[in-house]
């Protein structure tokens, strides 16, 4: 493969060229079109690492002409890997045009092609709302499922378990991603947005960042709301910060970032305590991770650290067993490591949350909650409720009287 | 006591002591999820008759339940019938509270004041409870009937 990158003007408008590959984030963005290659890893607990041979072999046997040599720049893939490791659906795209943007500076990458970006096409609000078709576990099982689940970190079987549950959509035209992601970009700017193979999201959690030696991540776990009144909302942040359980939730969370890092043998800093952060009108519980990359590529980093305890739970190995006997389906891709990689090892991960599946006029959603000692389910059951219910307005033309 | 509060309590909670149930027992002897029940309880919207000393509840509460469960089972997800009869509960109470109000100040005081005796009063008092809170229940349910057809036909045509 012959894959060349220039500098270029910057782009008006990418995402109302209709790309078909997106990961948009306040320090990188990245927009492809077409299919250069469709790698398929399989399944199993490899899956990660095979796609990590695939993109060194693609970049050793192809000509490289990159007049950046930066992140984001030469070969990049798309990549979303499923949360299970017997779970299909895990992919890594290298488009055949990339334009990507970080601050003021724009390039193009073509593979195979002297391909231009598409001109713009005007965007339209999807003309239907997103309508309820089902869930794949009827709200009193899951509610049964989380109880058992508090029954059991009660008895000491684990510490945490992160239960998700999905609305299937539909809507009497097809989802438009390019919508859907312009909606996404504009109810959550500080997110990550993403788009892979029609896998479209905004994440809120940086799962790693690699940038040639340094590596970064940021821990969210534990949240609450924002407010317009400024007493209330610093209130509700003292009351987050004060929370023994969503600061117990946090810590199981910020322990799997280490323990993933030290079994890597990489070193890292991070803060003794989280800091409050505040994201598109909910405030959360974080901590920032940063550190020496040792030479890894940044899907060993992924690989090291998914699944990390705000998806999966605490002690990992048995949360896991637990989610697959307690949750009732299969997660697919959601909750599973999602973001791009480049030739040189470089990347962005986060974990694809607050996502949806788009397969024309359907759509599945996906929400979860943790679950610590002193949980409720029905206050479980009415979180994930609420995180359904923006994902299912970021569909559609919204709420308001339905008919 | 007074003979008519003593009255009034019998006709509030007329039940036998055998006929509460904990909410294990009410459960297992409704075939309904103990997990859903306890959500239920702890959001308010599952009442106990008697508080002391352990909670306990009558089996009659189960039908209420099943009439929601009926709306899960036609395809309303039990999160949003929750959200619904969060709702619900909100708004009612404080009217529930002013009609308890109304029943004091326009029977039960006129009662107190024209009675012959304390235990005409009370039995008059009993009376009229009796005959008011189903025709209360009536006419609540109705009018919700109505504003839902009317709601449903507004969006109809």
Not at chain 1, 52 to 73: A, K, M, Q
Not at chain 2, 92 to 101: F, I, S
Request: proline content about 7%; glycine content about 8%; overall charge negative.
């Amino acid at each position: 493969m012959r894959i060349v990158t220039r500098a270029i003007p910057a782009l008006e408008r990418p995402l109302d060229r209709a790309p078909d590959h997106v990961w948009m984030s306040p320090d990188i963005s990245l927009w492809g079109w077409g299919e250069a290659v469709h790698f398929d890893p399989g399944t199993g607990p490899d899956r990660i690492q095979r796609i990590r041979s695939g993109l060194t072999d693609l970049h050793t046997s192809s000509e490289v002409d990159d007049d950046l040599g930066r992140p984001g720049t030469g070969l990049v893939a798309f990549i979303s890997v499923t949360f299970a490791t017997n779970s299909p659906g895990s992919v890594a795209l290298v488009p055949r045009l990339v334009v990507g943007r970080a601050g003021d500076d724009w390039w193009m990458t073509t593979v195979d092609s002297s391909l231009e970006p598409p001109d713009p096409v005007e965007s339209r609000p999807h003309p239907d709302r997103a309508r309820y078709a089902g869930s794949s576990v009827p709200d009193v099982l899951w509610l049964e499922a989380v109880s058992a689940a508090i029954d059991e970190i009660h008895r000491g079987a684990y510490e945490k378990i992160v239960l998700a549950r999905d609305y299937a959509v539909w809507s009497r035209h097809p989802f438009s991603p390019a919508t859907v992601l312009g909606s996404l970009v504009e109810r959550f700017p500080s997110c990550q947005i993403f788009r892979v193979a029609d896998l479209v999201g905004a994440s809120p959690e940086v799962l790693v960042r690699r940038r040639g030696t340094r590596l970064s991540s940021l821990v969210l776990a534990g949240s609450t709301g924002s407010h317009a009144d400024a007493e209330v909302d610093r209130a509700a942040g003292n009351a987050l910060l004060d929370s023994k359980k969503d600061r117990w939730e946090h810590e199981l969370a910020v322990r799997s970032v280490r323990e993933a890092l030290d079994d890597l043998g990489v070193t890292y800093a991070a803060p003794e305590g989280p800091e409050l952060l505040r994201l598109d009108n909910v405030q959360h519980l974080a901590t920032p991770v940063t550190g020496d990359a040792g030479g890894h590529h940044v899907l060993d980093l992924v690989e090291a650290l998914h699944p990390t305890a705000a998806v999966g739970g605490t002690p990992t190995e048995i949360a896991l067993d637990a989610i697959s006997r307690l949750e009732g389906m299969d997660r697919g891709r959601y909750a599973g490591p999602v973001g791009w990689a480049d030739g040189r090892g470089d990347g962005d991960f986060a974990i694809a949350l607050r996502c949806a599946e788009l397969s024309g006029a359907r759509a599945r959603l996906f929400a979860g909650a943790g679950i610590v000692e002193g949980s409720l389910p029905e206050a479980e059951l009415e979180e994930t409720r609420i995180k359904l219910e923006a994902m299912m307005g970021a569909l559609g033309a919204g709420s308001g009287r339905s008919r | 006591m007074d003979p008519r509060d003593v009255a009034l309590r019998q006709a509030l909670a007329p039940e036998e002591e055998g006929s509460l149930l904990t909410l294990p027992q009410l459960a297992e002897k409704a075939d309904l999820s103990l997990p859903l029940l306890e959500a239920l309880a702890r959001q308010g919207l599952l009442l106990p008759r008697r508080e002391d000393p352990t909670p306990r509840y009558h089996l009659d509460d189960a039908a209420a339940i099943r009439s929601g469960l009926e709306l899960v089972e036609a395809g309303l997800p039990l999160g949003e019938l929750l959200d619904l009869a969060r709702r619900a509960d909100e708004a009612m109470r404080p009217v529930a509270e002013a009609a308890v109000d109304a029943f004091v100040r326009y029977v039960s005081d006129p009662v107190e004041g024209t009675a012959p005796s304390e235990e005409e009063a009370a039995a008059r008092l009993v009376e009229a409870f009796e005959q008011m809170l189903p025709a209360a229940r009536r006419l609540v349910g109705q009018h919700f009937q109505a504003l839902l057809i009317a709601d449903a036909r507004r969006r109809i045509t």
